[in-house]
């Protein structure tokens, strides 16, 4: 079982940045890929970026060269930089920890932590 909470969400200008934070708590972190994704309010929720195990990342075309995403094992902890920030990236974050197994996927969501970007 793993438990996930976000931070750093808030209100910034355009061009602004803000670096969120997803600490998770319970066993095992290192081996979760771990991903944020976002929802804004009438869409569906969509991949921003994912964090693999071994450290190999992906991301969302809408964010490549703005956005980057982290971890820290020793920390429990991944983050996402975002620079360069557009009225478009409004929406709420959220943070997935995900593992497959040769017997079952288990998905783990955080709350989500709110991003506005508006002058």
């Known amino acids: 079982q793993v438990q996930l909470v976000e931070s750093g969400g808030g209100l910034v200008q355009p061009g602004g940045s803000l670096r969120l934070s997803c600490a998770a708590s319970g066993s095992s972190f290192s081996i979760y890929g771990m991903g944020w994704y976002r929802q804004a309010p009438g869409k569906q929720r969509e991949l921003v970026a994912t964090i693999t195990n071994g450290g190999s990342t992906n991301y969302a075309d809408s964010v490549k060269g703005r956005f980057t995403i982290s971890r820290d094992n020793a920390k429990n902890t991944v983050y996402l930089q975002m620079n360069s920030l557009k009225p478009e990236d409004t929406a709420v974050y959220y943070c997935?920890?995900?593992?497959?197994?040769?017997?079952?996927?288990?998905?783990?969501w955080g709350q989500g932590t709110q991003v506005t970007v508006s002058s």
């Open positions: 997935n920890a995900r593992l497959i197994t040769s017997s079952r996927e288990y998905n783990y």
